[in-house]
């Protein structure tokens, strides 16, 4: 019996000891420096070439999140942003007819999001609401440059209101002809067609420099029809989101360097600027060449691009930046902190990419490494990164074995 009970108290002994063992390894894991956990020879090298490039291909069409309002700095000049949309019907709906009714008010409700520049500010804008000319296609994939002419004899709305991070939706009551336009008659795509569409805009006369961001899935976006028949009074719901739209943006580089430029090389600064704005890319060609000769057979574990960001960029850094080889994605790590996030303790963005560097190293090309701000359709966050002639330069970390 007592041969028995010491037996079993070793065996939990030993389970217990297991247990133990297994929660350690990783137990403390996210607190760790992850350049710690690689085993090999370090290895930095500085950028090659570097330049900004006109952003000329930024989709639109369909964004959840969207900007609107005008902005302006000296180093960035002047961009506006409007929104162009379908009125649409409820999902659930096939056709309307509101030809019998009396309408008595039309709102349009937007959902504020975001205030660019300052969260903390009020701002004083000039909201304006238009018909347009012709309709949206409902097939097309509209871009930042796109447009469409907006009919000057149906202004729906223009007024102005107070905006503020406490501003929880903003009511503009629609009024010229928008009842004649609501009482088309159709099926879903036949309505969509007839009404045409809206640009809401934010003129720049009578507003403050400043921009809004609101969220289009929020279940209060829309456009509310109050109507009665007969002595009935009640309200329907258009919708403002489920159907084509799209955001247009101008921008004003005058008196910049940025100004009538497709391209500005990056001896002093890269601009990243949303909106239709600047990318820019970054090579290694030549130290990736010499860094291969001398190495062969090396066998990359963590390579990490940082970028420094330069001491004249605005306060308000974009959250993140995203890299790709100007087709895919090659962030490689989705790491919390690290994956193209903005390090305000070392001013500077961090990406992971170590199979793309060990894929640039085995075909021995390097095409360029194309920098984005994340959301730059929605966002008007931009950012100054040193360019390849400053002393804290772009540069590749490298953790390697061979």
Request: hydrophobic content about 35%; glycine content about 8%; charged content about 20%.
């Amino acid at each position: 019996m007592r041969h028995t009970l010491h037996t079993t108290a070793l065996l939990l002994a030993l389970l217990t000891m297991a247990a133990c063992s297994d929660d350690a390894t990783d137990m403390g894991a996210t607190l760790i420096d992850g350049s710690t956990v690689y085993d090999g020879k370090e290895y930095t090298m500085t950028v090659d070439t570097a330049y900004s490039l006109r952003d000329d291909s930024l989709l639109t069409t369909g964004n959840s999140q969207i900007i609107i309002g005008n902005y302006a700095d000296p180093l960035f000049g002047k961009v506006s942003a409007s929104f162009f949309t379908q009125i649409t019907l409820p999902n659930a709906t096939t056709s309307v007819s509101m030809s019998a009714v009396e309408i008595d008010s039309v709102v349009l409700t937007l959902v504020p999001e975001g205030l660019f520049p300052d969260t903390a500010q009020s701002y004083t804008l000039r909201f304006e609401v238009v018909q347009l000319a012709e309709a949206i296609d409902g097939s097309k994939q509209y871009y930042a440059t796109d447009s469409i002419a907006v009919d000057a004899g149906a202004v729906l709305y223009d007024g102005t209101l107070t905006v503020s991070a406490a501003t929880d939706s903003i009511n503009l009551r629609l009024g010229g002809p928008i009842n004649n336009i609501l009482r088309t008659t159709g099926e879903r795509d036949e309505f969509a067609a007839a009404t045409k569409g809206l640009r809401i805009s934010i003129a720049a006369a009578g507003s403050d420099n400043g921009m809004v961001t609101f969220a289009l899935s929020d279940t209060r976006t829309r456009m509310r029809t109050y109507y009665h028949y007969g002595t009935d009074t009640t309200h329907y719901d258009f919708s403002i989101s489920n159907g084509k739209h799209f955001t247009h943006f101008v921008h004003d580089y005058a008196g910049t360097a940025l100004d009538g430029q497709n391209s500005v090389d990056g001896a002093s600064h890269l601009y990243l600027d949303p909106l239709g704005g600047f990318n820019a890319v970054v090579g290694f060609g030549r130290k990736l060449q010499a860094f291969h000769k001398q190495h062969p057979l090396a066998v990359i574990h963590r390579a990490e691009l940082l970028l420094p960001v330069a001491a004249e960029a605005p306060a308000r850094h974009p959250q993140r930046l995203i890299a790709t080889n100007g087709t895919r994605y090659i962030n490689d790590y989705a790491l919390a902190g690290v994956d193209g996030y903005y390090d305000s303790d070392s001013n500077r963005y961090r990406l992971r990419m170590p199979l793309h560097v060990q894929n640039l190293l085995r075909t021995g090309h390097d095409g360029g490494t194309h920098l984005l701000i994340d959301t730059r359709g929605s966002t008007a966050e931009r950012t100054l990164l040193n360019g390849y002639n400053e002393s804290e330069t772009i540069k590749i970390k490298l953790i390697y074995t061979e």
